[in-house]
């Protein structure tokens, strides 16, 4: 069975970084598409970043600039650095596993996915 574990989440003040990474047992992600996903109170999934199997990577526009999405082959995870964080980033930050080895940014594409880590950025 698939599983993919979140950590890194926490609380940062406005300006602030964070390092989220997602560790996978029993797929090897370089095999397929990895996305960092994120979801705020009332509000959908939303696409945050993805790297492809050959490691092109994605980005929502927001976060361009200020996020970076890499892959530890050797550790098999996939992290997501945070800069320049605003409040609104806080949501619930999830990592999915695709069933594609191209980037997408459809949920529906995701057949894995973490139990989530918060991130909260407050002003």
């Known amino acids: 069975q698939v599983q993919l574990v979140e950590s890194g989440g926490g609380l940062v003040q406005a300006g602030g970084s964070l390092s989220l990474a997602c560790a996978a047992s029993e797929r090897t992600l370089s095999t397929t598409a990895t996305g960092w996903f994120r979801q705020a109170p009332g509000k959908e999934r939303e696409f945050v970043a993805g790297i492809s199997a050959s490691g092109d990577t994605s980005y929502l526009d927001a976060v361009k600039g200020r996020f970076t999405i890499s892959r530890d082959n050797a550790k098999n995870t996939v992290n997501l650095e945070m800069n320049k964080l605003e409040p609104e980033d806080t949501a619930v930050y999830y990592c999915?596993?695709?069933?594609?080895?191209?980037?997408?940014?459809?949920?529906?594409?995701?057949?894995?996915w973490g139990q989530g880590t918060q991130v909260t950025v407050s002003s």
């Open positions: 999915g596993s695709a069933r594609t080895f191209l980037n997408t940014r459809t949920p529906a594409l995701y057949d894995y």
